[in-house]
C-alpha cells in the first residue's frame, strides 16, 4: 500500500465499505477518497475506524473532487487504485495507472439488456423492467439501458409495464409512501433529460405514463420513468445513468443476441424465459459479467459470486475474495535443499 479507494455518489456507503473492508482484509493501508456529492457516510466509517485504535496511518480518509483524485492518482507513493465511477473517470485512471503500472479495478457501469422471449412469464418480465428503472433512481450501474423483446410479446409486455409504472408514485426519496426519487443533481437531470430529447428527436417514442410530484413541496430534479420505442440500435449505444431504457424488438435468437451484445458495455444482462435451458444456453453466448435468469437482482444469486466487468464497463473483478486479492501481491519464498548436487 497505500490503496486509493475512490467510491461513488450513488452508493457511496455499501461500495466503499466494500472498498476498505477488502483493502484492510488483505492487509493494505488504504486511502478513501469518497464523490464530493456523498462523503458523508464515509465520515462516519472513518470515525468508526478510528475508535478501533489501529495503527496510525493504516486508514485515511481525503475528501475533494475530481482534481483532488487525479492528484492521488498519479502520485507515485500510491501503489493501487480501485475505482467505482464513470467511464471517462475510468479512462484518466487508467492512463495515469499506466505510467508505473499500478495495479487497477474499474468498475465503471453499462447499457445493460434485458431479453424477453416469447415464452416468457410477462407479469415477472414487466416487474424486473419497473425495478430495472425504479431501483435507486436508475441511478446504478445494474441498471436497465435496453429493453430487447420478441416483436410477438411486445405489445402485451408494454401494456403491463404501462400499467405498472402508471401506478408509481413518484416523491421524497425518504418517505416510505414514495417508490422512486429525483436525481442528485442539477447536471444529472439534465444528462438524463438531454439523452431522452435526443433518442425522442431521433424518431423515439416516448412511454412515461408515471406522474411527476404534484405538490410545489416536492420540486425538485424528478424525471418519470421513461421508455423510448423505435429508435435504431446504433442510436442506443450509451448508458443514459438514469430512468431511461431504449426497447428494440427481435424475431431471432441470432438478432437478439446481436442487440444484446451490440454495445462496448459489458456488465449485466437479464433473460426471461420460460425455458430454462434456452435462457442457460442464450446468457453463456452473452458477453457480459454477470446474467440473472428470470430475475433482476444479480446479488441475490450468490454473495461470494464475483461480480465482472467486460468491455467498457471496467477492468477486472469485484466480489468477497476477488476485491481482497486485488490488493495483494504474488509472492514466492523458497528454501533450496541443502542436498542439491552443486547448490542449485
Known amino acids: 500500500g497505500p490503496a486509493l479507494l475512490v467510491s461513488p ?11 476498505i473492508a477488502s483493502a484492510l482484509g488483505a492487509g493494505a493501508p488504504c486511502i478513501i477518497k469518497p464523490s464530493e456529492w456523498a462523503p ?12 478501533q485504535g489501529l495503527p496510525r496511518g493504516t486508514f485515511q480518509l481525503t475528501c475533494g473532487n475530481r482534481d483532488i483524485g487525479g492528484l492521488m492518482v498519479a502520485d507515485s507513493r500510491i501503489k493501487s487504485v480501485s475505482f467505482t465511477g464513470g467511464l471517462a473517470g475510468g479512462r484518466a485512471i487508467a492512463a495515469a495507472c499506466a505510467h508505473d503500472f499500478k495495479p487497477t479495478q474499474l468498475e465503471l457501469g453499462g447499457n445493460n439488456p434485458l431479453i424477453v422471449f416469447e415464452d416468457a412469464d410477462l407479469e415477472l418480465a414487466a416487474r424486473g423492467i419497473v425495478y430495472g428503472l425504479t431501483n ?49 443533481h442539477q447536471a444529472q437531470y439534465e444528462s438524463v433529460l438531454s439523452s431522452i430529447e435526443t433518442l425522442r428527436a431521433k424518431g423515439g417514442t416516448l412511454i412515461r405514463p408515471t406522474s411527476l410530484p404534484g405538490s410545489p413541496d416536492l420540486s425538485g430534479y424528478f424525471i418519470a420513468p421513461t421508455l423510448i420505442d423505435g429508435c435504431q440500435p446504433e442510436d442506443t449505444q450509451d448508458e443514459i445513468f438514469g430512468p431511461a431504457a431504449a426497447i428494440h424488438s427481435f424475431d431471432t435468437e441470432t ?6 451484445n451490440g454495445t462496448p458495455f459489458g456488465l449485466a444482462a437479464y433473460v426471461y424465459s420460460s425455458n430454462e435451458e434456452k435462457a442457460f444456453a442464450f446468457g453463456r453466448q452473452l458477453r457480459t459479467g454477470g446474467v440473472k435468469i428470470n430475475g433482476y437482482s444479480l446479488l441475490s444469486l450468490s454473495g461470494a459470486a464475483p461480480r465482472g466487468a467486460w468491455g467498457l464497463s471496467g477492468l477486472g473483478e469485484e466480489g468477497t475474495g476477488e476485491s481482497v486479492t486485488f490488493f495483494t501481491g504474488a509472492r514466492v519464498v523458497g528454501v533450496s535443499p541443502q542436498d542439491t548436487i552443486g547448490g542449485v
Not at 458523508?40 to 475508535?51: E, G
Not at 403491463?160 to 409512501?177: P, Q, T, W, Y
Open 9 to 19: 455518489w450513488n452508493g457511496p456507503t455499501a461500495i466503499g465499505s466494500h472498498k
Open 136 to 184: 435507486l433512481n436508475a441511478q446504478w450501474c445494474r441498471a436497465l439501458g435496453r429493453v430487447i423483446v420478441h416483436s410477438s410479446v411486445k405489445t402485451r409486455l408494454l401494456d403491463i409495464v404501462e400499467s405498472k409504472l402508471a401506478n408509481l408514485v413518484l416523491g421524497d426519496s425518504l418517505s416510505d409512501d414514495s417508490d422512486m426519487g429525483p436525481m442528485i
Open 255 to 260: 438478432e437478439a443476441l446481436a442487440l444484446a
Open 40 to 51: 458523508h457516510s464515509a465520515l462516519i466509517m472513518a470515525q468508526i475506524i478510528q475508535d
